[in-house]
């Protein structure tokens, strides 16, 4: 799960008798893992572990647990460090996951939009490092029972201890959640309030030998280690709401860690049924650090992306009515195209019954031909099915 669990005080005084890097690689031997290591790695051990180290102690933070390396099933790569303390206010475990990156000089890829060119760092453009964050935290979520409902207690920050502010600008711009907080050598400072304001000067053994007890075993498919489904089946949408948001919220989920970016079509709900459906999975969502919106059809949506995006027929109907074709292609629309590009995963809700100008059939086929002009995967669900 992680190679090494130490408190910052002991990692500190690793760094300072210049054995913290071989006692990390002894940790991989042990692990069957020393194969593994790159130079990159041993130069984050050496330079990056010690700056975290030395700023929880001069936030006298000194006894918060660093858990070095930390792997989860289902993500590429693991955490740098997983911070495990105790909250100074609720008294409740708390923890931080953060990236620790060396880069100083960062500008946007001009060719490949939410990309960034690296300075002396080849290779193809790379992520912003906080949604790297993001991800991770989001399965954190996921597989403790530690933070099963208790979301506020996890965090995640990106630390680019090497970088003044001018020089990374392009990464600030990032919309920040509370899974994606971001901070530079130059706002070191508000990186220490930051720390105060979530971990307890307190020993926190306790905390991080709790989220170990605690690790759902739990695969990717929905299925226990005996591989009987933690859901229940023959579930109906009007008899039970919470499963059908259960539902939504994995498919969006799976789409959103899907290499290649695919439209959600969700069919088979009344009105009321998709737009509670909406408001209750966005929140999820929300609450679990995606950046999320609900299309209310004003007008096309345009930068910075969103995480997801909602749009239910009704909202749709009357911007589509004009019909204005998507880069003149016949049965393309250019409003469901700026949908689509507004977002990493966009959500399409059509619904059964009497909506003003809507046309379930002919929506769906709108739908389907933009995604296809615009090499998109369309991924339709139909709810009535799924839950009959």
Not at 67 to 88: C, S, W
Not at 129 to 143: G, H, N, Y
Not at 216 to 233: F, I
Not at 244 to 266: D, F, G, I, T
Request: net charge negative.
């Amino acid at each position: 799960m992680f190679l090494m669990r130490l408190s910052a005080s002991e990692l500190h005084a690793l760094h300072l008798r210049h054995e913290l890097v071989p006692a990390l690689e002894s940790a991989e031997e042990r692990l069957g893992r020393g194969g593994e290591l790159s130079e990159g790695e041993k130069r984050a051990w050496k330079y990056s572990l010690p700056a975290v180290a030395r700023d929880l102690l001069d936030a006298d933070l000194g006894e918060v647990d660093i858990m070095v390396e930390y792997r989860l099933p289902g993500v590429q790569g693991p955490a740098d460090v997983v911070l495990a303390g105790v909250h100074p206010r609720t008294h409740e475990p708390s923890y931080i996951v953060a990236e620790l990156k060396q880069w100083k000089r960062v500008q946007a890829a001009p060719d490949c939009h939410g990309r960034f060119s690296v300075e002396n760092l080849p290779g193809k453009p790379k992520k912003h490092p906080s949604e790297q964050t993001a991800t991770f935290c989001r399965k954190f979520l996921q597989l403790h029972r530690e933070l099963v409902g208790h979301e506020e207690r996890l965090a995640g920050l990106t630390y680019l201890h090497n970088a003044a502010e001018s020089d990374v600008s392009d990464l600030l711009i990032y919309p920040r959640t509370r899974l994606s907080h971001i901070f530079t050598r130059d706002s070191r400072g508000a990186l220490l309030r930051f720390l105060r304001e979530r971990l307890a000067p307190a020993s926190a053994r306790g905390a991080a030998e709790h989220l170990e007890a605690n690790e759902l075993s739990v695969r990717l498919d929905g299925l226990d280690e005996a591989g009987q489904s933690l859901w229940h089946d023959g579930f109906r949408l009007l008899s039970d709401p919470v499963a059908a948001q259960r539902y939504v919220w994995e498919s969006v989920r799976a789409a959103y860690a899907a290499e290649r970016k695919r439209v959600l079509l969700l069919a088979g709900v009344t009105a009321v049924q998709g737009n509670q459906l909406v408001t209750a999975t966005a929140d999820l969502l929300c609450r679990a650090g995606y950046t999320t919106r609900i299309w209310s059809g004003s007008c096309v949506p345009e930068s910075p992306l969103s995480d997801v995006l909602f749009c239910e027929e009704a909202s749709l109907a009357g911007a589509v009515g004009r019909r204005i074709p998507f880069e003149g292609e016949e049965g393309a629309s250019a409003v469901v195209a700026g949908l689509i590009r507004a977002s990493r995963v966009p959500v399409i809700v059509l619904t059964e019954g009497d909506v003003p100008g809507g046309n379930a059939a002919g929506m769906d086929a709108l739908v389907r031909h933009t995604a296809r002009a615009l090499q998109v995967r369309f991924e339709r669900i139909q709810l009535d099915q799924a839950f009959g």
